[in-house]
Structure formats: C-alpha cells, structure tokens
C-alpha cells in the first residue's frame, strides 16, 4: 500500500513511523502496512510496463533457482549506477560499514570497513586476493592502493563489472587487478587470501556444500580467507530457523531474488566440514544498523533524483528494503558476522597470536 501510494507518510520519514509508540489494536493494524504494501501491491506495481524486463514473472513467482544464478544478480545490481550514486559512500560500497565511532559519515566508515578485513586477511605486498562478488571494485582498489596485493575479482553483475574496470584504469591499476563476469564456481588456480563480502547470502543454502568447497579449492593450504555475511537467529529448531515469515518472502522475492540467510552456527559448522579453521568471529549488527540507516537518509534526501532514475514504484521499494533492514538489525531480528578462517594444515596457523594488529 505504501509502495503504490494507497498510504502514505506526509510528515516524517518510514523510520518515524517504525518508532510509533504502542497503540494496542491501532498500533498493531498500522504495524502490518508494510507488508501488506510489499505481499499486496507489488506485483501490479513492479511488473507494470516501465518497470517490466525479461527476468519478472506475472505471476509474483520467484523465476530463479538460486542466487548464484545471473539473472538474479543482476535483478539487484543492474538496476543502475547512477541510482546507488545517489546513496552509497563515494567509493560505492554495497555492504555493512564499520564504525570507530557511531558518530562517523558513511564515507568514513566504509574506508575504516575496507581497511579492518585487509587487516584481518593480514595482506602483505605482493600476495594474491581474490575477491568473490566484488560489486564496483572498492575492496580490491584499497587492498592493491595500500597493502601492495595483486587482485582478482569474479562478478556476475555486467553493470557493476563495467564501472569497476573503468575506475581501475582511472586509479592507475590495470597490471595489478583484473576483474571478469564469472560465477566462482568456474574459477581455476589459487590464491593466498579470499574475501566474499555480501555475496554469501544471494546464493541460497542448497549452494552452500558447493560454496565452501569451491572456496577451500582455491585457497592455498594456510591461506586466510574471511567470510562477511547476514545470519538469521537460530531458533533451535531447524524448521523453526528456516520459517519465513511475511518479511522474508517479500525481500527475497522482490528486492534478493533466490537468496537465503543460514545461522552463524551452520556458518561455523560448514566452515569446519570443508577443511577450514575457524579463528576469528566478529558481530557487526550495530554496525549495519547505522549503515541502512544512513543509506535511507541519504535516498530519502535525493528521493526525486531517485525517482526519476528508477520509477518511483522501484525508489519507494528500495527506500522501505533499506529502512526495514536498519530496523531489523536495530532490533536484533537479522544480525552480521565477519568470520576468519585458515584452509586446514598441520603447523602454526601463521597468524598472530593475538588481535592487537588489527587496532594499531
């Protein structure tokens, strides 16, 4: 109802309406508009004819086997460049920042975000990153600009790869980063350090056995790779856990088309049945609760640029995905975790001892 207009929000901003005080039945009606505006409105409106392309289905259903599948990448990431412009940091980093200080801007934060994984991959000049689901190229760039790294990035978004190249070639990078539309599942050879940063969650958990098993072929032995992804909360029960509620659907039917969320727990877990060691595990839902937040603000304040861009059945959409995340980490209902693991051999591990590196 929101999406379409039939509701709408004439003072204020959606993140005012989540902070509505408790009405008892009033409160509980006016709860439900969000997913009665994505579960109701949203196939007559997103499959109108602007908004029609090769990859909808009339009938709402989700038309994708996995998100490891093209189409449904570029369902997300294709829409257009210049429409993230309008809301990400100004190296367009599509994924959780962190914050020194929760005071920090955007930009800040994705730089202090880049830089904290290089530490915790422990990058040295000269060693070979590979970097799964590299979106426009921001991770590679900081890594090869300041750690002295040769990168490779696979991608299956055409939009994002393009613009990619254009600013490794405007930063001088050519012979040190290369980057081609591939799933990892076809990649050959290894590498000394692997990072998927928001990658993990479009591929859905039938992939997963494939996943790690890929990552642990093209991982040196003792090799780091770093694994940054969104959990669900377990529930104990696995069919309780696995439950979509109305939210869920909606977001992987409309805005991350096949993509599934797994638990930190079954994260660990396939980790260690595929070879790995798992040394280091950080909780950064605070993190990503700030990152959607601002995110929203900063569509919300270039709103009819956003429009006039996308459509604004698509802007709207967008602008409640990115505000009902920030809630849903806020409030503790999704959570983020970036995992460090070695490839399993005998020996020392190779890392320090302690953590003290990464803060220095």
Not at 25 to 53: E, H, N, W, Y
Not at 103 to 109: L, R, T, V, Y
Not at 311 to 331: N, P, V
Request: hydrophobic residues 40%.
């Amino acid at each position: 109802m929101w999406i379409s207009k039939t509701v709408d929000i004439e003072e204020g901003t959606l993140f005012d309406f989540y902070a509505l005080p408790s009405q008892g039945k009033l409160k509980t009606k006016l709860k439900s508009l969000p997913k009665l505006a994505i579960l109701r409105d949203l196939p007559a409106v997103l499959f109108s004819r602007r908004q029609m392309t090769a990859r909808t289905d009339l009938s709402g259903r989700n038309p994708y086997v996995s998100g490891s599948n093209k189409a449904a990448i570029q369902h997300h990431y294709d829409i257009s460049n210049a429409f993230y412009r309008l809301f990400l940091d100004e190296r367009m980093v599509y994924s959780c920042g962190y914050f020194q200080d929760f005071a920090n801007g955007i930009d800040q934060a994705q730089v202090d975000k880049l830089d904290h994984i290089c530490r915790k991959l422990r990058l040295k000049p000269g060693e070979s990153l590979l970097d799964i689901g590299c979106g426009w190229g921001a991770m590679l760039i900081h890594a090869a600009k300041n750690y002295g790294v040769v990168g490779h990035g696979v991608s299956l978004s055409q939009a994002q790869t393009e613009l990619a190249r254009e600013r490794i070639r405007a930063e001088g990078l050519e012979d040190r980063i290369t980057i081609e539309i591939k799933s990892y599942a076809e990649l050959s050879g290894t590498f000394d350090k692997i990072s998927s940063i928001g990658m993990f969650e479009h591929l859905g958990l039938a992939n997963h056995d494939a996943y790690f098993s890929a990552v642990n072929r093209l991982l040196k032995p003792g090799g780091i790779y770093l694994h940054h992804a969104i959990t669900r909360r377990s529930k104990g029960d696995i069919r309780k856990t696995l439950r979509k509620g109305p939210e869920y659907k909606a977001l992987i039917k409309y805005i991350f088309p096949g993509g599934e969320l797994d638990t930190i727990g079954m994260t660990l877990g396939n980790l260690e049945a595929h070879g790995f060691l798992v040394h280091d595990v950080e909780n950064l839902r605070e993190h990503y609760a700030r990152t959607c937040r601002l995110w929203a603000e900063r569509l919300h304040a270039r709103f009819d640029e956003a429009i006039a861009e996308v459509g604004e059945a698509k802007a709207r959409l967008w602008l409640l995905y990115l505000s009902g995340c920030s809630i849903a980490f806020e409030r503790a209902s999704a959570q983020i975790f970036q995992t460090v693991a070695t490839r399993r051999a005998r020996g020392p591990s190779g890392l320090p001892p302690t953590r003290v590196d990464l803060y220095r």
